[in-house]
């Protein structure tokens, strides 16, 4: 089992969508969690952090699942500029440098 | 404000020739400082990270070395490029306080022929 796993998709979408991505890690004791969203052909910059509680910023929320050992992020009303590869991100503990990152989703909005 | 710089922006070797990228980070002192290779389609490798000067940590066993010689600068090199080591190399940097956010530089694409 790969330490983070998220559906490559593509995920196919119109304007004003709601999609949600999931993503599952195998470490239980994993600490930190992020979403990084990358361009094609561009670095990786971060989206949110995920906390317990879930946290929300403007149409992206992100979810924590510690029991079912999962993170999600759900984009609302889906605008063109949202097209991107979406990484999931864990950390196995807070202050650790071995983070993970996920393979992406691949997000296209379309008109 | 933090900035993070890498190049060249691009790059094309021949196999066996040898590498040197460099990154440095601006606005901030003592990161932790990170490489990662990622290939086309795929996610992010790990290869390297720095908590200061002089202190490396690899994390991949290749023909690929890291050093850092000063707070902010991280190299990375190679004395005979293989095909293989074709990819995308980004650079990241993290603050020492218990967060564990990365920032990413612009990246460094490398073709090995």
């Known amino acids: 089992r790969k330490e983070v796993e998220q559906d490559p998709g593509p995920f196919n979408v119109p304007e004003g969508a709601t999609v949600a991505f999931n993503c599952t890690y195998s470490?239980?004791?994993?600490?930190?969690f992020f979403w990084y969203r990358q361009d094609c052909r561009k670095e990786p910059k971060l989206l949110m952090s995920?906390?317990?509680s879930g946290n929300e910023d403007g149409r992206f929320t992100a979810q924590l699942n510690r029991a079912s050992q999962y993170i999600s992020l759900l984009i609302r009303d889906s605008k063109l500029s949202d097209s991107a590869t979406y990484l999931c991100?864990?950390?196995?503990?807070?202050?650790?440098?071995?983070?993970?990152f996920g393979a992406g989703t691949r997000l296209f909005v379309k008109a | 404000s933090q900035t993070i710089h890498q190049w060249p922006a691009t790059l094309v070797q021949p196999v066996g020739s040898p590498l040197s990228l460099e990154c440095t980070v601006e606005?901030?002192?003592?990161?932790?400082l990170y490489w990662y290779r990622q290939a086309a389609g795929r996610g992010l490798q790990l290869l390297f990270y720095?908590?200061?000067?002089?202190?490396i940590s690899s994390e991949v066993p290749q023909n690929l070395s890291a050093s850092r010689p000063q707070d902010r600068q991280f190299i990375l090199s190679s004395k005979k490029l293989l095909l293989s080591d074709s990819g995308f190399y980004l650079c990241?940097?993290?603050?020492?306080?218990?967060?564990?956010?990365?920032?990413f530089g612009p990246g460094t694409r490398l073709t090995v022929l």
């Open positions: 990241a940097w993290s603050v020492d306080r218990g967060r564990d956010e990365q920032f």
């Open positions: 470490n239980s004791a994993s600490q930190s």
């Open positions: 995920v906390y317990s």
């Open positions: 991100v864990v950390n196995p503990r807070t202050g650790g440098f071995k983070t993970i």
């Open positions: 606005g901030t002192s003592n990161p932790n």
């Open positions: 720095s908590v200061g000067i002089g202190q």
